[in-house]
C-alpha cells in the first residue's frame, strides 16, 4: 500500500505564496496531481506532472498562478502556489498513478491520494 502525505499548507493572506509538498512511500511512475475540495464543493483539479516525461497540465484557474514539480529521487511532488486568492481556500490532495492515466485531470484515474493539507487565504 502506497502512502501519500502533503505538508506546506496553512492560513495566510490574500497575494502570498506557498509550497506544498507531497511524499510518496513508493515511487510513482506515471502521473502525480493535485486537486482541491473547498467547503461544500465537488473535488476539482489542480495541476498534474508525468513522472517520465515531466509534463504538465493545469486548471484554468492555477494556470499562471501555480507551478507544478516533482523530485523523482526523494518521490515528491511539489505545488508551488503564488498569488493566492480567498477563492483559492480548500483542502489540497496529492494523487498518484501508477498505471496508465487518460486523462491527468479526471481523478478517477488516480490510484492512491493523500489525507490533505488545508490552504486558508483571507482577504
Known amino acids: 500500500q502506497v502512502q501519500l502525505v502533503e505538508s506546506g499548507g496553512g492560513l495566510v493572506e490574500a497575494g502570498a505564496s506557498l509550497r506544498l509538498s507531497c511524499v510518496a512511500s513508493g515511487r510513482i511512475s506515471s502521473y502525480a496531481a493535485w486537486f482541491r475540495q473547498a467547503a461544500g464543493k465537488e473535488r476539482e483539479f489542480v495541476a498534474a506532472?508525468?513522472?517520465?516525461?515531466?509534463?504538465?497540465k493545469y486548471a484554468a484557474s492555477a494556470q499562471g498562478r501555480f507551478a507544478i514539480s516533482r523530485d523523482n529521487a526523494k518521490n515528491t511532488v511539489y505545488l508551488q502556489m503564488n498569488g493566492l486568492k480567498p477563492e483559492d481556500t480548500a483542502k489540497y490532495y496529492c494523487?498518484?498513478?501508477?498505471?496508465?492515466?487518460?486523462?491527468?485531470?479526471?481523478?478517477?484515474?488516480?490510484?492512491?491520494w493523500g489525507q490533505g493539507t488545508q490552504v486558508t487565504v483571507s482577504s
Open positions: 494523487a498518484g498513478a501508477w498505471t496508465a492515466v487518460g486523462d491527468p485531470s479526471d481523478g478517477s484515474d488516480y490510484d492512491y
Open positions: 506532472i508525468s513522472w517520465g516525461g515531466g509534463s504538465t
